[in-house]
């Protein structure tokens, strides 16, 4: 099989609060800050704290969702007096972290995020990355107390539009459930543990260890889907059904029950069997989406090690 030869990683972002409600990643960078973890090894290590004034308020953002507003199209987007709060800020954390697809990018980004839904643990990333893979692969085979997975979303670069996207490499490490505003020491350590394995890896391969390659199984976004809603009004009419919450990444088949009306009828999944997630995030309600539908792919991975400079 294929061997990847990739340059060192070695300046690494671990970023939380992006979204100011999600209070994992805003304690865990707290900690880190406070512990001074700027260096690890050969590795330097930047903490950032996406949107501080959020996490102030404990809202997922001031005037728009911060994390889709690293698209190349709002990232050079004239600022104004009238700019929205977290499309300034997008611009400085590129300015800070990036600039999105230049070489003085930092090499690899960390997101922590938590949901209400019931993931685990997954990394989220674009296209194909095959830093971002091997990682996924090294977390899962250490982390055995709970499901690993990983979402790829199929974006080109121009149009991704989250904070990672403006590193070299780098994913969202999305972690639940967990209401909003709620910190659950489970998630926490194992946040901790992901990171502390991700910073593990990257010292590795800068180290000049071999990665063999293999089989990785990846959930592609397909689609999203929408509650049910008064078509005038534009309110929910039903509810994701009993049967699905909290299983997410369960088979749905044809037939399968998604949500139940609040008058007591099942709405039925409809086409070819796909894999849910995101069912039921709270912060997607405004986002017209009560779950997201993936396909599950397999993808060769090559194996990989550090190019010598
Ligand atoms: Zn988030």
């Not at 090894?41 to 308020?57: E, G, H, K, R």
């Not at 190349?72 to 300034?88: H, K, N």
């Not at 899962?140 to 979303?153: G, Y």
């Not at 350590?189 to 991700?198: F, H, I, R, W, Y």
Request: contains cysteine; hydrophobic residues 35%; proline residues 6%.
């Amino acid at each position: 099989m294929e061997h990847i030869f990739l340059l060192p990683l070695s300046r690494v972002a671990i970023c939380g609060g992006t979204h100011g409600n999600e209070m994992s990643g805003i304690y865990m960078i707290r900690e880190m800050q406070r512990r001074q973890v700027e260096k690890s090894s050969c590795v330097s290590i930047t903490t950032v704290l996406s949107n501080p004034p959020s996490v102030d308020a404990c809202r997922r953002y001031i005037d728009r969702d911060l994390n889709r507003c690293f698209t190349d199209d709002l990232l050079s987007a004239p600022i104004t007096d009238s700019t929205p709060y977290e499309l300034r800020r997008a611009q400085e954390l590129n300015a800070q972290l990036g600039p999105k697809g230049s070489k003085e990018a930092v090499d690899l980004l960390v997101d922590i995020h938590n949901t209400t839904a019931n993931l685990g643990l997954c990394l989220i990333f674009y296209c194909f990355d095959w830093v971002t893979l091997h990682i996924y692969k090294y977390i899962q085979s250490k982390m055995t107390s709970v499901p690993v997975r990983v979402i790829q979303l199929d974006i080109p670069l121009a149009e991704a539009y989250s904070l990672e996207s403006v590193a070299k490499h780098g994913f969202a490490m999305e972690v639940g459930p967990q209401p909003t505003g709620v910190l659950r020491a489970d998630l926490f350590n194992m946040v901790k543990e992901a990171l502390d394995l991700t910073i593990e890896w990257v010292q590795k391969f800068n180290s000049g260890n071999i990665f063999e390659g293999g089989e990785v199984e990846t959930y592609c976004l397909t689609k999203s889907i929408d509650y049910p809603r008064d078509p005038t009004t534009g309110e929910l009419t039903a509810a994701i059904h009993p049967e699905l919450q909290d299983n997410d990444f369960k088979v749905l088949r044809p037939g399968d029950p998604i949500f139940q009306s609040f008058s007591g009828e099942t709405v039925k999944h409809e086409g070819e069997e796909l894999y849910p997630f995101f069912v039921n995030e709270s912060a997607y309600y405004e986002k017209n989406i009560a779950f997201h539908l993936a396909r599950k792919i397999t993808i060769s991975v090559p194996s990989l090690s550090v190019k010598k400079e």
